[in-house]
């Protein structure tokens, strides 16, 4: 399944979404993160690499919600672990986010393994 066109080019229009994941109690949290898009492909990656809530709530549970303006799409969190799949989020998050703060940080060897690939629901 892919992203409609709408929801696609919002998310590449979009500079900061809100990912809503379910805690270990049930209950849901929100947390402002940046989102990059490459093509059909939208993906996120947690700056704080494995020791982001967020991204330890999405492996979890991966069924998530991302909130952009005026939108609330329901997807699926999925860990992108293959060399292309990262090399094309660093790329788009260098498209979309070079000269902003927290931009080198994004490219981190370390964060590179919490790349996730998100898929409509």
Do not use: N
């Not at 690499?49 to 919600?65: K, M, N």
């Not at 790349?115 to 629901?121: N, V």
């Amino acid at each position: 399944m892919t992203f409609s066109p709408d929801d696609l080019g919002l998310l590449a229009a979009t500079d900061e979404i809100e990912i809503e994941t379910t805690r270990a109690d049930g209950s849901r949290r929100r947390t402002i993160i940046w989102v990059m898009t490459d093509g059909p492909d939208v993906y996120v990656r947690s700056v704080r690499g494995e020791a982001g809530r967020w991204y330890q709530e999405a492996l979890a549970d991966p069924r998530v919600i991302v909130h952009a303006p005026g939108r609330a799409i329901a997807v699926r969190a999925a860990p992108a672990t293959d060399d292309d799949a990262i090399a094309r989020c660093s790329a788009a998050i260098t498209r979309k986010y070079a000269g902003r703060s927290g931009y080198r940080p994004m490219l981190r060897r370390q964060v590179l393994a919490t790349t996730l690939r998100l898929d409509p629901a």
